[in-house]
C-alpha cells in the first residue's frame, strides 16, 4: 500500500512539472505571437510560472526588452502588466492581481532563472521604463540608450 501511494505521488509530481513546463512554453509563446513582428522578433524567456501567472522576460535585437506579466484564461493567455524592474518584486506582482503566495513564488523562481542571464541582456530588460496595463503599451519597445 505505502508503494501505491508512493508511486501516485511521484506520478502527481511529475504531471504538476510537465504542467508548468506545458504553461510556460505556452505563455512563452504568447508573448512572442504578441510582441514579434516580420522584420522584428522578439527573444523570449526566461519564463516562470505560478497558480495560472507567468512573467516572461523578452529583448528585441538592439532594443531595450522588458517583462510581461500574463494570466492564463480559458483562451490562453492575456497580458496584465507590462514593465521592466518593478515586475521582479512581489508587492507589485500583487498589486497587479497574483495572489500573495504565488506572487513570492513567481518573483523568486525568476531571479533564479535570471541568475543565468546575460548581464547584457538583463540589462534591456531591466532598461523598458514605467509599468503599462494592457497590450499596446508592451509592444514598442524604445532603443536602448
Do not use: Y
Not at 514579434?36 to 519564463?47: E, K
Amino acid at each position: 500500500m505505502r508503494r501505491a501511494a508512493a508511486l501516485l505521488a511521484v506520478a502527481v509530481g511529475l504531471a504538476a512539472c510537465e504542467d508548468a513546463g506545458a504553461d510556460q512554453q505556452a505563455a512563452r509563446q504568447f508573448v512572442f505571437q504578441k510582441l514579434s513582428t516580420a522584420d522584428r522578433p522578439v527573444v523570449v524567456g526566461p519564463a516562470v510560472t505560478q497558480s495560472g501567472f507567468a512573467v516572461v522576460d523578452w529583448t528585441r535585437g538592439a532594443f531595450a526588452g522588458g517583462r510581461a506579466l500574463v494570466r492564463k484564461e480559458r483562451g490562453g493567455w492575456a497580458f496584465v502588466l507590462c514593465g521592466g524592474a518593478p515586475l521582479k518584486r512581489r508587492p507589485v506582482l500583487e498589486r497587479a492581481g497574483v495572489p500573495d503566495g504565488a506572487a513570492g513564488m513567481l518573483a523568486t523562481k525568476l531571479l533564479r532563472e535570471e541568475s543565468r542571464v546575460t548581464d547584457e541582456r538583463r540589462s534591456q530588460i531591466e532598461h523598458w521604463g514605467g509599468l503599462g496595463t494592457n497590450a499596446a503599451s508592451c509592444p514598442e519597445p524604445r532603443p536602448a540608450t
